[in-house]
C-alpha cells in the first residue's frame, strides 16, 4: 500500500465529511418545520467536528484547540 502524507489524509476525511453533511443537510431540509430547529445544531456538531480534525493533523495547533474543550 501506498503511504500517504498528512495533508492527503486531511483531504480524504474532509472530503468523506462533505458527504455526510450533506445528507444531513438534505434530511433536515426536507423534514419540513418541524425538524428545522435542530439545524443550528448541526451545524455548531458540524464546525466544532472539522476544527478538531483540522487539529489533530496540525500538530502545533492541537493543544491549543483541545484546551479550549
Known amino acids: ?7 492527503q ?3 480524504i476525511v474532509f472530503s468523506s465529511m462533505a ?10 431540509w426536507k423534514g419540513g418545520g418541524a425538524k428545522r430547529w435542530i439545524a443550528p445544531l448541526a451545524i ?4 466544532t ?12 495547533l492541537a493543544p491549543f484547540i483541545y484546551a479550549i474543550f
Do not use: P, T
Not at 19 to 28: E, H, I, K, P, T
Not at 44 to 47: A, D, K, Q, S, V
Open 19 to 28: 458527504g455526510g453533511v450533506s445528507d444531513l443537510a438534505g434530511g433536515l
Open 44 to 47: 455548531f456538531l458540524c464546525l
Open 1 to 7: 500500500m501506498k503511504k500517504r502524507g498528512r495533508i
Open 49 to 60: 467536528g472539522a476544527l478538531l480534525v483540522l487539529a489533530a493533523g496540525v500538530e502545533a
Open 9 to 11: 489524509r486531511q483531504l
